[in-house]
């Protein structure tokens, strides 16, 4: 029985311990002008200045090429589904999308509402734990397409690209929420990225965007000014109050992740942190399966099952007793998932294997 | 000199001490399943009661009637100012709009992206200090109206509504944001109510809904999901990540203002702190002068100016030297304004009105 919990949740997820601490410290800390970080008008210069912060560490990170904007928005992910077309559809408005799994089909159906989607790729019939993802050259997108969606790393699914497909002139467009800031990302392959915070970035109810700015023109001045990329970008991520509290978080994650060796580091501590639980999952001569295809298996959220979802209930149980939570996997796909983004240290997966060792003993 | 420094801002703005410190006390401390507020996932049961804990709270504040629904929806009010029109039009694309001032007119321009906007009540010209704010009968509503929008306080221009005006059969809807809480709100006279959180509900990148049922089935199911008040409502504000972290705040503001009495002892407070700054100002000889015509003065953003701008400049250099900050009006305005809400104690107010008097005595 381990003493300490660990929370192995698709997110909101672990931060890490020293931006809890330093967030502790500064958030309610009141300045010399009577505010602390969350009463803090946006438009003083201490809010500008920790706004600049997180873009320029960002901008770090990501090797940010000059040709690029980094938007900081309030909301999630998913508002992107819409706001992507509403954006960059051209006058075709003609869009294609990626089927790999769960949540690229939802970004699918909220293009739909907008665009005239084409489904370029998708995984066979059947063969719904495994989905064939086709990175090279075949897809058939449309010459006309306004962009091409893809998602790198299906959090539900468990399913990541090894390799990026070549879109051609078709402007690449991809949501890597829970992806983003876990590896090295070749931004210049991108028209455009975004990623809601609640995984490697910060505090839920914010979002990143970076854009190619010759993407921004193709917006409509009719756009609501919150939702227009161009707009945001033109005012600096201050169309309207930012997440204020929620940025001055994120640039907390940056410093760390900088602190700690940048992308490079993390891609590294996360293929270990995959290879320890997945060597747990593949040596226990089939009590634990992983049901995503080796070359596609994703190093953040792993999957993994017994042999019937009767003994995934046990298992969750008496994990949690040993300090093992939020081990579910998602409620459309079942099974287990234990996710192991940057915050997460070895401890925490040695903590799951030692436990799921221990369950085999006794259960196996 | 006073010690203490005091943040007049209009938004983001100030925070009751002992919602700062539970706060600071609460959001941080990693609980039995090894994650914090800023961690735990949304769709765990410890978040699903801190949203039934604000939801219900607030309802209790409002004294909420059985047909309204409370949505909390990332982003700030002026995306309600596109997702009004976007789930309340009917097929006639019209809508009736006040204009009372600078955001209200803001309200207006997002409406005429999506709607026939008919605007029914404006400041006569040039009057622009003082707008005529007509609530009684006699504004011209087109019948086929899909709502009249106010904005029953003005943050910029220090301007309030001293009765609600009746609006027939067409519902009234009204951006409540810098009014919200700050005084009991008849919810019964509004089809809908929406409000950005950073004056007096919590953190900003969080606005509150509050929506008559019959309302929601207005919507087209071709909306973005997660911009969809409907689906929103059915899905218990978690159609997509929620900030939850912002909302866990909110409920402790709310356990604050029912602790201190509820909305009648945060409207005899703002009443009370309005009537001296305002006290002030009147009995100034003019030193000091209020451009908001008597009955139609904000309690919570109190607008006043020196007899030149050069003084206001002077006077803001000087008032940050005792302490005081973010007096500065808003940009398009001009002048000079303090800005009152719930969280701001008497003292504050002493403090600015103490200082007003030197200045006066030393440049009068």
């Known amino acids: ?47 500008r200045a920790t706004l600049a912060h997180a873009r320029t560490r960002l901008a770090e990170l990501l090797v940010l090429p000059a040709n690029y904007r980094i938007l900081f928005m309030a909301g999630g992910a998913m508002q992107h589904f819409s706001l992507l077309p509403m954006n960059l559809l051209g006058p075709t408005r ?21 665009a005239a989607v084409s489904v370029v790729a998708q995984p066979p019939a059947g063969a719904p734990a495994a989905p064939e993802i086709l990175p090279g050259a075949g897809w058939p997108i449309p010459a006309d397409a306004a962009y091409c969606h893809i998602t790198p790393n299906e959090t539900a699914d468990g399913v990541a690209y090894a390799a990026l497909p070549d879109t051609g002139a078709v402007p690449l467009v991809a949501d890597c929420t829970s992806s983003f800031l876990a590896a090295p990302l070749d931004v210049a392959r991108f028209g455009l990225i975004y990623a809601g915070a609640q995984k490697n970035i910060g505090p839920a109810g914010l979002s990143v965007v970076v854009v190619r700015e010759d993407l921004l023109e193709r917006a409509s001045p009719d756009l609501p000014a919150p939702f227009s990329y161009a707009v945001q970008a033109a005012q600096d991520s201050c169309v309207n109050t930012p997440p204020t509290a929620a940025i001055h978080v994120a640039g907390l994650v940056f410093d760390w992740i900088a602190d700690a060796g940048g992308l490079a580091a993390m891609a590294a501590a996360n293929r270990a942190k995959a290879a320890r639980l997945y060597a747990a999952i593949d040596g226990s001569d089939g009590f634990y399966t992983a049901p995503v295809r080796r070359d596609c298996r994703s190093t953040v959220n792993v999957r993994f099952h017994l042999a019937d979802s009767v003994q995934d209930a046990v298992f969750l149980a008496e994990a949690e007793r040993h300090g093992l939570f939020h081990l579910r996997g998602h409620p459309r796909l079942g099974g287990l998932r234990a996710s192991l983004y940057n915050a997460m240290p070895m401890a925490g997966v040695d903590a799951l294997t030692g436990f799921m060792a221990d369950f085999m003993l006794r259960r196996g």
């Open 1 to 47: 029985m381990s003493a300490a919990a660990w929370s192995f949740a698709a997110g909101p997820a672990r931060l890490p311990d020293a931006v809890l601490a330093r967030a502790r410290d500064e958030l309610f800390a009141r300045g010399t002008d009577g505010a602390c970080v969350f009463e803090r008008p946006f438009s003083a210069d201490a809010f």
């Open 94 to 114: 003609r869009a294609a999308y990626a089927d790999s799994g769960y949540w690229s089909r939802r970004a699918v159906d909220e293009g739909w509402k907008q």
